[in-house]
Nanobody
Framework: VQLQASGGGLVQAGDSLRLSCAISGRTSNDRFMGWFRQPPGKEREFVAALVWSNGNTRHRESLKARFTISRDYAKNTLYLQMNNLDPEDTAVYYC????????????????WGQGTQVTVSS
């Protein structure tokens, strides 16, 4: 599975961004798709995930009011809509794919994209 994330950049607090992840080589075994992020100097943390076949989603509780994960099934593309961005959202955002385990755990995902940098200025 190859994952190519894009859409990051430098924005101001309060702005919105939509990240995209182009997916290739995915099989029916790769049931879960999601996003993690790694803020500077911190551990990777779960952002959101979905079940590819039916679109059921899970979001990090503290982000669910502002972030929305979605997919375009026909285009094999995953999205993360981020609204009202805050400087604490500054991180490298990773697109991930996996097939089993707890959605919020990094160890559940076998495939990780290269990451896209999101920087939010105050």
């Amino acid at each position: 599975v190859q994952l190519q994330a894009s859409g990051g950049g430098l924005v101001q607090a309060g702005d919105s961004l939509r990240l995209s992840c182009a997916i290739s080589g995915r099989t029916s075994n790769d049931r879960f798709m999601g996003w993690f992020r790694q803020p500077p100097g911190k551990e990777r943390e779960f952002v959101a995930a979905l079940v590819w076949s039916n679109g059921n989603t899970r979001h990090r509780e503290s982000l669910k009011a502002r972030f929305t994960i979605s997919r375009d099934y026909a285009k094999n593309t995953l999205y993360l809509q981020m609204n009202n961005l805050d400087p604490e959202d500054t991180a490298v955002y990773y697109c991930v794919a996996g097939n089993e385990g707890v959605l919020s755990r990094p160890s559940s995902y076998l495939y990780w994209g290269q990451g896209t940098q999101v920087t939010v200025s105050s």
